[in-house]
C-alpha cells in the first residue's frame, strides 16, 4: 500500500511538471511564499531543538544503550562508516557550494551588512558553517539514532513509523503508520531529487570548464540519465560493494582534492580562517540559529537559512534511515559524537579552504571570482581551481569527484526508498530500487525544466514541512522508549536485589 500510493502521488507531481511546467513553477512559488511566511520560526525552532536534543542524549544517562543487542559490535570500521554516512549525507553539496556560498554571502551579506566588506566575507564564512555544520547532521542524529534503536534493539522494521511505536502502539501499522512512511518517502524522493539536480548542474559547469560543453538543460538531462545508468547499476550490488565501495573511494578523491588547495593555495589565511570562523561560530551559533527578520521583513534567512534546515529535513528519512542501516552495534553517545562531530568539522575545513581560497582571491589577489559566480553559480568552484597550478587537471579531478557523489548519494536513496516501501526490509528487491532510481531522476529533470536551481530549492522547502511535524513528535516518541528501557531495567535490577537479600 506504502509502496503503491507514494508512488501514484509523486508520479502524478511528474506527470504535472511534464504537461504544464509553468502552471507547476508559479504554484509552488506560491506555496513557497506561504511557506516561508507562515512556517519560517517553525523550521528554525525545530532544527535548534533537535540540535539541542542531539546533544543531550550524548550525555544522557542513555548515552552506553547499544544500537542492538549488549553482545553486538559494529560491523563497518569507523573510517568505512564516516564515509558512507558522509557521501549521503553531503558529498555533492559541499563540493557545489564550497565556494559558491561564501562568494554569495560576501556579495549578499546577512545583519544588514554591506556586501564585498571584510566585515561581509567574515559573516559569509560564519553562516557557511551554520548551514553546513551541527544543525544539519542533528537532523540526520535523531531520525538514524531512532531508526536503529527500534530496528535493531527492539526488532521493529525498519521503517519511520516503527520509532512512534511508545506512543502509538498497535496503531503504527494502521492508516497512521501508513501516512508517516508516505510523507517521509515523499520527503526522501524530492529531497534526493533536489540534489542530484545540483549535481547535474555542477557536472556541466566542470565539463564546460575542462572541455567546453556548453551549460544547458539539454545537457543536464543527458548527464541526469547517463548517471542514473550507472547507480541504477551500483544499485544491483548492495551495500557492502557498491557503496561501500564508491563510499571509501568518495572520501578519499574528497580528501586529495582538499588537500591539494589546503597546501597550494594560501595556505596560512586558510588556517587563519578556519580559527577566526570557528570561534565566531561558537560564539553566536544561538542567535544565527534563532534569526528572523520580522522587523525589516528582508528575505535572506528565507532564501538562505531556511532553504537549507527545509533541505536538512527532506533529506533525513533517507539520511538516518541508511545511516542506521550501517552503525548496528554502536552505543548512543558513539553514534551522535561520530554523526554529529566528524562530518560537521570536516564541512568547517572544506568551507574553511574552497570558500577561503576564493575569497582571498577575490580581497587580495584582484581575481574576479565574485562576478564568475553572479554569471554561472556552477562555475564557481571551477574558476576557483583554475587559478591554482594544474587548475584544468584538478578541476577533472573534482568533476569525477561529483559523478561518484552524485552515484552514491542516488544509489544509497534507491536503497532506502526501497526499504521504506518494502516494510522496512533491510535489502529491497533490485526491481523496486530501479523503480525509485528512475522516478527520483525524473524528478530531478521536472524540477530543472520548472525552474531551474529555484525549482529545486523551492521544493525541497514544501515537502520537509509535513515532515518537521513528524521530526518532532519522532524524539518525544524515542526519549519516551529510552526511558521505559532504563526504568525497566532499574526493576529488574531492584528486584533481583531483593530476591539476593531474601
Same mark, same amino acid.
Given at each position: 500500500m506504502v509502496f503503491y500510493i507514494s508512488l501514484i502521488i509523486i508520479s502524478v507531481f511528474v506527470l504535472w511538471g511534464v504537461i504544464s511546467p509553468e502552471n507547476l513553477s508559479a504554484t509552488a512559488e506560491y +506555496?513557497? @511564499? #506561504?511557506?516561508?511566511? =507562515? #512556517?519560517g520560526w517553525f523550521y528554525l525552532l525545530t532544527t535548534f531543538l533537535i540540535l539541542g536534543f542531539s546533544v543531550y542524549l550524548a550525555f544522557s544517562k542513555y548515552g552506553n544503550i547499544r544500537l542492538g543487542a549488549d553482545s553486538d559490535r559494529p560491523k563497518y570500521s569507523n573510517i568505512t562508516w564516516f564515509s558512507m554516512l558522509f557521501s549521503a549525507g553531503m558529498g555533492i553539496g559541499l563540493v557545489f557550494w564550497g565556494v559558491a556560498e561564501p562568494i554569495q554571502h560576501y556579495l549578499d551579506p546577512p545583519l544588514g551588512l554591506t556586501g564585498g566588506t571584510p566585515e561581509a566575507a567574515r559573516a559569509a564564512m560564519r553562516y557557511s558553517f551554520l548551514h553546513w555544520g551541527l544543525h544539519p547532521w542533528a537532523i540526520y542524529t535523531v531520525i538514524g539514532l531512532s531508526l536503529a534503536y527500534f530496528n535493531f534493539r527492539k526488532g521493529f522494521n525498519g521503517l519511520i513509523s516503527s520509532t512512534f511505536y511508545p506512543l502509538l502502539k498497535e496503531k503504527i501499522h494502521g492508516p497512521i503508520g501508513k501516512i508517516i512512511d508516505i510523507l517521509a518517502i515523499i520527503a526522501t524522493a524530492f529531497g534526493v531529487a533536489t540534489s542530484l539536480g545540483l549535481g547535474a548542474l555542477q557536472i556541466n559547469g566542470g565539463l564546460n570548464e575542462v572541455f567546453g560543453i556548453s551549460n544547458k538543460l539539454g545537457t543536464q538531462i543527458i548527464i541526469i540519465a547517463i548517471v542514473t545508468v550507472l547507480f541504477l547499476i551500483s544499485a544491483t550490488t548492495g551495500v557492502d560493494k557498491g557503496i561501500k565501495i564508491l563510499s571509501n573511494l568518495n572520501v578519499g578523491v574528497a580528501g586529495g582534492l582538499? +588537500?591539494?588547495? *589546503?597546501f597550494l593555495g594560501p595556505t596560512s589565511f586558510i588556517f587563519d580562517t578556519l580559527v577566526t570562523t570557528l570561534g565566531d561560530y561558537g560564539q553566536n551559533i544561538i542567535n544565527m540559529s534563532l534569526r528572523l527578520t520580522p522587523f525589516t521583513k528582508g528575505t535572506w534567512v528565507g532564501d538562505w537559512t531556511l532553504f537549507y534546515w527545509a533541505w536538512w529535513i527532506a533529506w533525513a528519512p533517507f539520511v538516518g534511515t541508511f545511516i542506521a542501516r550501517v552503525s548496528k552495534g554502536r552505543t548512543i553517545k558513539e553514534f551522535v559524537l561520530g554523526v554529529l562531530l566528524i562530518p560537521s568539522f570536516f564541512s568547517f575545513?572544506?568551507?574553511?579552504? #574552497? %570558500?577561503? &581560497?576564493? +575569497?582571498?582571491? !577575490?580581497?587580495? =589577489?584582484?581575481? !574576479?571570482? $565574485? =562576478? $564568475?559566480? !553572479?554569471?554561472?553559480? &556552477?562555475?564557481?568552484? #571551477?574558476?576557483?581551481?583554475?587559478?591554482l597550478p594544474l587548475g584544468i587537471i584538478v578541476s577533472l579531478i573534482a568533476t569525477i569527484l561529483i559523478v561518484t557523489f552524485f552515484i552514491t548519494s542516488a544509489d544509497s536513496a534507491t536503497f532506502v526508498l526501497g526499504m521504506m516501501s518494502s516494510k522496512g526490509d533491510n535489502n529491497p528487491k533490485n526491481k523496486v530500487k530501479f523503480v525509485w532510481g528512475i522516478l527520483q531522476s525524473a524528478i $530531478?529533470?521536472? *524540477?530543472?525544466? @520548472? %525552474? %531551474?536551481? =529555484?525549482?529545486? !530549492? &523551492?521544493?525541497?522547502? *514544501?515537502? $520537509? *514541512?509535513?515532515?518537521?511535524f513528524i521530526l518532532l513528535i519522532m524524539c518525544v516518541s524515542f526519549h519516551k522508549a529510552l526511558k521505559d528501557e532504563v526504568d525497566d531495567d532499574n526493576k529488574e535490577k531492584q528486584s533481583e536485589a531483593a530476591i539476593t537479600k531474601d
Amino acid at each position: 500500500m506504502v509502496f503503491y500510493i507514494s508512488l501514484i502521488i509523486i508520479s502524478v507531481f511528474v506527470l504535472w511538471g511534464v504537461i504544464s511546467p509553468e502552471n507547476l513553477s508559479a504554484t509552488a512559488e506560491y +506555496l513557497l @511564499s #506561504f511557506t516561508i511566511d =507562515k #512556517f519560517g520560526w517553525f523550521y528554525l525552532l525545530t532544527t535548534f531543538l533537535i540540535l539541542g536534543f542531539s546533544v543531550y542524549l550524548a550525555f544522557s544517562k542513555y548515552g552506553n544503550i547499544r544500537l542492538g543487542a549488549d553482545s553486538d559490535r559494529p560491523k563497518y570500521s569507523n573510517i568505512t562508516w564516516f564515509s558512507m554516512l558522509f557521501s549521503a549525507g553531503m558529498g555533492i553539496g559541499l563540493v557545489f557550494w564550497g565556494v559558491a556560498e561564501p562568494i554569495q554571502h560576501y556579495l549578499d551579506p546577512p545583519l544588514g551588512l554591506t556586501g564585498g566588506t571584510p566585515e561581509a566575507a567574515r559573516a559569509a564564512m560564519r553562516y557557511s558553517f551554520l548551514h553546513w555544520g551541527l544543525h544539519p547532521w542533528a537532523i540526520y542524529t535523531v531520525i538514524g539514532l531512532s531508526l536503529a534503536y527500534f530496528n535493531f534493539r527492539k526488532g521493529f522494521n525498519g521503517l519511520i513509523s516503527s520509532t512512534f511505536y511508545p506512543l502509538l502502539k498497535e496503531k503504527i501499522h494502521g492508516p497512521i503508520g501508513k501516512i508517516i512512511d508516505i510523507l517521509a518517502i515523499i520527503a526522501t524522493a524530492f529531497g534526493v531529487a533536489t540534489s542530484l539536480g545540483l549535481g547535474a548542474l555542477q557536472i556541466n559547469g566542470g565539463l564546460n570548464e575542462v572541455f567546453g560543453i556548453s551549460n544547458k538543460l539539454g545537457t543536464q538531462i543527458i548527464i541526469i540519465a547517463i548517471v542514473t545508468v550507472l547507480f541504477l547499476i551500483s544499485a544491483t550490488t548492495g551495500v557492502d560493494k557498491g557503496i561501500k565501495i564508491l563510499s571509501n573511494l568518495n572520501v578519499g578523491v574528497a580528501g586529495g582534492l582538499l +588537500l591539494f588547495v *589546503l597546501f597550494l593555495g594560501p595556505t596560512s589565511f586558510i588556517f587563519d580562517t578556519l580559527v577566526t570562523t570557528l570561534g565566531d561560530y561558537g560564539q553566536n551559533i544561538i542567535n544565527m540559529s534563532l534569526r528572523l527578520t520580522p522587523f525589516t521583513k528582508g528575505t535572506w534567512v528565507g532564501d538562505w537559512t531556511l532553504f537549507y534546515w527545509a533541505w536538512w529535513i527532506a533529506w533525513a528519512p533517507f539520511v538516518g534511515t541508511f545511516i542506521a542501516r550501517v552503525s548496528k552495534g554502536r552505543t548512543i553517545k558513539e553514534f551522535v559524537l561520530g554523526v554529529l562531530l566528524i562530518p560537521s568539522f570536516f564541512s568547517f575545513v572544506w568551507f574553511a579552504t #574552497f %570558500g577561503g &581560497t576564493a +575569497l582571498n582571491m !577575490e580581497m587580495f =589577489k584582484g581575481i !574576479e571570482i $565574485a =562576478k $564568475a559566480v !553572479e554569471q554561472d553559480l &556552477t562555475s564557481a568552484l #571551477f574558476v576557483t581551481l583554475r587559478n591554482l597550478p594544474l587548475g584544468i587537471i584538478v578541476s577533472l579531478i573534482a568533476t569525477i569527484l561529483i559523478v561518484t557523489f552524485f552515484i552514491t548519494s542516488a544509489d544509497s536513496a534507491t536503497f532506502v526508498l526501497g526499504m521504506m516501501s518494502s516494510k522496512g526490509d533491510n535489502n529491497p528487491k533490485n526491481k523496486v530500487k530501479f523503480v525509485w532510481g528512475i522516478l527520483q531522476s525524473a524528478i $530531478a529533470i521536472i *524540477l530543472l525544466l @520548472s %525552474g %531551474g536551481l =529555484k525549482g529545486l !530549492e &523551492t521544493m525541497s522547502i *514544501l515537502a $520537509a *514541512l509535513p515532515f518537521a511535524f513528524i521530526l518532532l513528535i519522532m524524539c518525544v516518541s524515542f526519549h519516551k522508549a529510552l526511558k521505559d528501557e532504563v526504568d525497566d531495567d532499574n526493576k529488574e535490577k531492584q528486584s533481583e536485589a531483593a530476591i539476593t537479600k531474601d
